[in-house]
């Protein structure tokens, strides 16, 4: 049988790549390196073949004249890797317990950001932490916004619903707390309860644009993203997160990232934690 003349099975030429490449850095900040040709284009392939086109040049063409931006949402899901779970990096959640919530008891408001929050277990998590500590009081004291540049990822987050594997780690008392049992079509699913998503609102955000009209917050968890850009993208972004923070907020970046050779002005209080002052900080990655 003679093989198929299949485009998106080999890797892209050099001037395919480069486009791609400048692409995703100008519209997200992704920075794709050289080496990664084999890697785009069997991701790129399927999305290729469903818009028609007949060569990366062609494809590329079709994802930046799509006035609806859809075809470049699907550019920006097939090239990044939405991995994440609920209570991941636990030690974040075991510090916004222990430091943070007495910080806060007597706070009118608490406003919290999860930003690129994927299919939100992050930020159901968070829920569940602060329904945990502060019960009934929680619907009015706490607004947890969730945001992601993905509309895909995000239409899964603001469904609240997952299969019964994802929520393996969620300890039994707050999996009954919190999650309804699927029943009928919808057996082995669970979905959040209305408390809790009565703390979230949704929305999509990029964070290479301006986000100082969303308002100051007292906690931002903006975690394993910024492993996907280079310094000069990590320092513009960590510059916004910062000034979207409160006087006294808190940063709250991955454990594998650092924001050593990145001027932020933050205080570092402990790994993949840091607060903002009232006058600035010393830098510490």
């Given at each position: ?7 998106s ?5 050099a ?6 490449r400048?692409l995703?850095?100008d519209?997200f ?14 991701r ?7 818009s ?7 494809y ?10 859809k ?14 779970s ?7 959640f075991?510090?916004m ?5 007495p ?13 690129a ?6 930020p159901?998590t ?10 009934t009081?929680a ?31 969620i ?23 209305k408390?809790m998503?009565?703390?979230?609102e ?6 290479l644009?301006?986000?100082?009209q969303?308002g100051r ?12 850009f ?6 513009q ?6 000034d ?11 454990h594998?990232?650092?924001?050593t ?12 934690v840091y607060r ?9 990655g």
């Amino acid at each position: 049988m003679p093989a198929l003349d299949d485009t998106s099975c080999r890797p892209l030429n050099a001037s395919e790549f480069e486009k791609i490449r400048r692409l995703a850095y100008d519209t997200f900040g992704l920075d794709l390196r050289t080496g990664k040709e084999t890697l785009v284009s069997t991701r790129l392939g399927k999305h290729m073949r469903q818009s028609g086109c007949r060569s990366f040049d062609e494809y590329y063409q079709f994802v930046v004249g799509d006035s609806t931006g859809k075809s470049l949402i699907n550019l920006i899901d097939a090239l990044t890797t939405n991995h994440t779970s609920f209570f991941r990096e636990p030690a974040h959640f075991d510090f916004m317990r222990k430091v943070l919530l007495p910080e806060w008891k007597n706070r009118g408001k608490i406003d919290i950001w999860s930003a690129a929050c994927s299919s939100g277990e992050e930020p159901y998590t968070i829920a569940m932490c602060l329904l945990e500590e502060l019960g009934t009081i929680a619907p009015g004291k706490v607004r947890i916004l969730a945001t992601d540049i993905s509309t895909k990822v995000l239409a899964k987050a603001g469904q609240g619903t997952y299969p019964a594997e994802r929520l393996e780690g969620i300890p039994d008392s707050q999996l009954r707390k919190y999650w309804l049992r699927g029943e009928g079509e919808w057996a082995g699913w669970y979905r959040a309860k209305k408390d809790m998503r009565a703390l979230m609102e949704f929305r999509r955000v990029n964070l290479l644009e301006p986000v100082s009209q969303m308002g100051r917050f007292a906690l931002i968890f903006c975690r394993n993203v910024m492993i996907y850009f280079d310094k000069p993208t990590q320092q513009q972004v960590v510059k916004r997160l910062g000034d979207c923070l409160e006087p006294g907020g808190y940063l709250l970046t991955g454990h594998a990232e650092s924001l050593t050779g990145i001027s932020h002005g933050l205080e570092y209080v402990q790994p993949a934690v840091y607060r903002k002052g009232s006058s600035g900080g010393r830098e510490k990655g």
